[in-house]
Structure formats: structure tokens, C-alpha cells
């Protein structure tokens, strides 16, 4: 399972899924996401962007795909082959008595008249061709009307205008200059929106990747000897139920360094590495991380910030390593809270995979 499509289904199981007003909105917060960072990413090509846009649409509609019902096949009407035309019964009348007993005759004539069927309008016992044909087709059982085209119209309809919304929203229609480029924004940030009292804030996604192979372990909450902290800063491994995780906090702006091996770097050197950071912010408020990489020769990875929650979920962001031995380990370095209010951040794991488009 990619990374996009990962944040998305935790986001579901913040909800109710089975709602499509909720699995939009959802959808919404990943493409407004993947647009923030595409237009943060001047390094890419419109193609390479295209393709992230539709890797990004692809995920979603395998994913809904999964909500549809599968609609009933249509069948057509049942017509069975009309029986030979018989001579159809006539309808109850008042017949003549039988003349072989005209006494019995005359005394009925006493109490009601006798009525011929040659009398009745000139209609005849035989039906002509028409009438059969009539009667026939009201004797067929009429077809059911079946749903199963209105459904799939449906179904088009809303995804024609899901590609709509999004085309519209998204300002891949906009110049370059009616765009807002005069602040970088941060690597990909999947937001979502409210649904409870408390704002909630989840970041995932790293450029529209997927992880390629297994994750590899870089830091885990059961082995704290690979984490260092600076002067004033404080480390806790913590159980919560069946919850382990590190807390961290600092103060003055200073980070958490977490070793990257050499074993990891000589895994990842020549490809594109994908890094998740499974975190969560305290006490119900919302906290900023800041986060910094050192791989020795092999570059770093800038500067990163994410809006954490309380939400436990995944930030990842991406790196393009160069093909060359590392002469050494590196570092991750975490700041709990970059605003400086002394906000903690319980760390659950720090992860890194091939990343492929």
C-alpha cells in the first residue's frame, strides 16, 4: 500500500467511510495537499507533475471503486411463444334456451327477455387479425424496467463531476502568474477537515510516491540508545496501552538527533528514499514540527515543517541520494515545537523505503 493511499484510509477510520459526503471531503484535503507541494516543487517538470496528479486520481478511484455496489445484470423480458389461436370463450351473456325444449323457452320468455349474439353490436365470436394481435400483447407479461443502466450513468455523472471539482480547484488551469508563489510552501501536508470538536491536523504523502519493498527501521521507541538530546531537552519512553512511544521536548529551538546507520544510507544511495515519521502532538493541541537531515557526503534534505495534531499519523517527506559510497552514518533531527511554546511530541516510529513514482 503507497503512502498516499495509506493517509487516506486512516483518514477514513476517523469517520464514517461508508458516507460519500465524507469520503469527498477526504479526497478534497488530498488534492488540495498534492497541490500545495507541486507548486512548492519548482525542480519538476510540468510532465512529472501531470503524472503525480494522475497517480494521485488513480489511487482515489481505486478506492472508491471499493464503496460502489455491483450493480444487477439486466434482463430482458421473457416472451414465450403465444399458444395457437383458440376461439376465445364469450363473454357470461343471457343465451337462448335449447330449442329441443321450447316449453322450457316459452316459460323463461314470461320472466326475461331473450337477447341473441348476433345482437351485441355486431361484435363477432371471431376475433379479427388485429384483435388477436391486441389480445395476445395483453397477455404477454409487460418487462420489468431495469436500474441497472440508471446506476451507471449515475456513477459516471459523479465522477465526471468529481474531475470537474477538482480541475476547477486545483488552478491547474491558472497561469503561473495568477498563482500564489510568493511563499514557499512545505513538502506535501495531507489536512484534513474538522470532524469533531477539535482541529485536527494528519500530514502525509511525499510528492504523490510510493514506497517501494519493506520499510526499513530507523528508530524504534524500544531501543532509545540511537536518540540523543541537547541541553534542556527531555526523552521519555512511554506505554500507553499497548502504546509504546518516545516523548520528546526541548526548549530554545533545539532538536532531537536520531542516528541513521551506514548500513541504511548504502541501501538507499542512488534512489529517490522516502522517510515517514509516525508522530503525534500533545495534549490535544496542535504543535509545529521542524525537521532537519545530515547524511554526511551524501547531502541532506533541507528543512521541513508539518502541523501535527493529536492524531497519531504519518509524515513523510522524500530524498534523492547520490549514487556514492557514505563514509559514515547520518542524522535525522526533530524540533518538537518550532513556535517555541514548549509543546510535546510523542514519536511512535522513523522509517525509510525505496520511493517510486
Same mark, same amino acid.
Not at 97 to 103: G, H, I, L, Y
Not at 277 to 286: C, N, V
Given at each position: ?7 487516506i ?42 503524472? /503525480? ?29 403465444? +399458444? ?34 348476433? !345482437? ?6 371471431d ?7 391486441? /389480445? ?44 500564489d508563489?510568493?511563499?514557499r510552501?512545505?513538502?506535501?501536508a ?18 504523490g ?21 541537547? !541541553? ?15 516523548q ?10 536520531? !542516528? ?15 522517510f ?20 554526511g ?16 499519523? !504519518? ?35 522513523i522509517? +525509510? ?5
Amino acid at each position: 500500500m503507497d503512502a498516499i493511499e495509506n493517509a487516506i484510509r486512516k483518514a477514513f477510520e476517523k469517520g464514517d467511510a461508508s458516507k460519500r459526503p465524507f469520503r469527498e471531503k477526504v479526497y478534497r484535503s488530498a488534492f488540495a495537499a498534492l497541490e500545495r507541494t507541486l507548486e512548492a516543487r519548482d525542480d519538476l517538470s510540468e510532465e512529472a507533475k501531470t503524472a /503525480r496528479r494522475e497517480n494521485l486520481k488513480t489511487t482515489i478511484t481505486e478506492i472508491e471503486t471499493e464503496f460502489v455496489p455491483a450493480a444487477p445484470q439486466a434482463r430482458g423480458p421473457q416472451v414465450s411463444k403465444p +399458444a395457437p389461436r383458440e376461439r376465445p370463450a364469450p363473454s357470461p351473456q343471457v343465451e337462448p334456451e335449447a330449442r329441443s325444449a321450447p316449453r322450457a323457452r316459452e316459460k323463461s320468455e314470461a320472466f326475461a327477455p331473450q337477447i341473441d349474439p348476433r !345482437d351485441r353490436s355486431g361484435v363477432s365470436d371471431d376475433p379479427s387479425p388485429e384483435e388477436a394481435k391486441r /389480445r395476445i400483447r395483453a397477455a404477454l407479461p409487460r418487462p420489468r424496467r431495469s436500474y441497472a443502466m440508471l446506476f451507471l450513468i449515475a456513477t459516471v455523472v459523479a465522477f465526471l463531476g468529481l474531475g470537474l471539482w477538482w480541475t476547477m480547484s486545483s488552478g491547474i488551469l491558472m497561469s503561473s502568474d495568477e498563482r500564489d508563489t510568493s511563499v514557499r510552501n512545505p513538502p506535501l501536508a495531507l489536512e484534513e477537515d474538522n470532524y469533531s470538536a477539535d482541529e485536527e491536523t494528519t500530514a502525509s504523502g511525499s510528492r504523490g510516491s510510493r514506497a517501494e519493498g519493506e520499510w526499513i527501521t530507523i528508530f524504534d521507541p524500544t531501543d532509545p540508545t540511537t536518540v540523543s538530546a541537547p !541541553d534542556g531537552g527531555n526523552i521519555d519512553v512511554m506505554r500507553n496501552d499497548d502504546q509504546v512511544f518516545l516523548q520528546v521536548s526541548t526548549s530554545g529551538g533545539a532538536g532531537i538527533s536520531f !542516528d541513521v546507520g551506514r548500513g541504511i544510507l548504502e541501501t538507499l544511495v542512488g534512489r529517490n528514499a522516502i522517510f515517514s515519521i509516525e508522530a503525534r502532538a500533545q495534549d490535544g493541541e496542535e504543535t509545529q514540527l521542524s525537521l532537519s537531515c545530515n547524511f554526511g557526503a551524501l547531502g541532506d534534505c533541507g528543512r521541513t515543517r508539518y502541523v501535527v495534531g493529536p492524531t497519531r499519523s !504519518d509524515y513523510l517527506f522524500e530524498v534523492e541520494l547520490p549514487n556514492q559510497s557514505p563514509s559514515s552514518g547520518g542524522t535525522i533531527t526533530i524540533v518538537p515545537d518550532a513556535t517555541g511554546e514548549g509543546h510535546a511530541l510523542d514519536v511512535f516510529s522513523i522509517r +525509510a523505503a525505496i520511493a517510486t513514482q
